[in-house]
Nanobody
Framework: QVQLVESGGGLVQAGGSLRLSCTAS????????MGWFRQAPGKEREFVAA????????YYADSVKGRFTISRDNAKNMVYLQMNSLKPEDTAVYYC?????????????????WGQGTQVAVSS
């Protein structure tokens, strides 16, 4: 079992930045690929970014590529999402997720554990 807790959400103006954090506890953190997803009101949960166990490889949704950066600190059991040049369409609840499989995935159904989410709101 892995427990995930997100933090760092808030209200920011368009063009601004936020850094989301996710703290993991439980089984060995390095066993998991970590991902960030988001869900806006009335929409399905969508993939944002993922990072391999070692942190060496990352993958991003086209909508955030070049603006968001995912990273992890395995010594601290933490994963981060640095979000720059935020747009109103980035407004959503952001979720941290852990995946025990071998390949990074964009399908939320593949992820085994989820946090409770943190709200990000971007005003125009």
């Amino acid at each position: 079992q892995v427990q995930l807790v997100e933090s760092g959400g808030g209200l920011v103006q368009a063009g601004g930045s936020l850094r989301l954090s996710c703290t993991a506890s439980g089984r060995t953190f390095t066993r998991y690929i970590m991902g960030w997803f988001r869900q806006a009101p009335g929409k399905e949960r969508e993939f944002v970014a993922a990072i391999q166990r070692s942190g060496g490889n990352t993958y991003y949704a086209d909508s955030v590529k070049g603006r968001f950066t995912i990273s992890r600190d395995n010594a601290k059991n933490m994963v981060y999402l640095q979000m720059n040049s935020l747009k109103p369409e980035d407004t959503a609840v952001y979720y941290c997720a852990a995946d025990a499989s071998l390949m990074m995935a964009t399908n939320p159904a593949q992820y085994d554990y989820w946090g409770q989410g943190t709200q990000v709101a971007v005003s125009s």
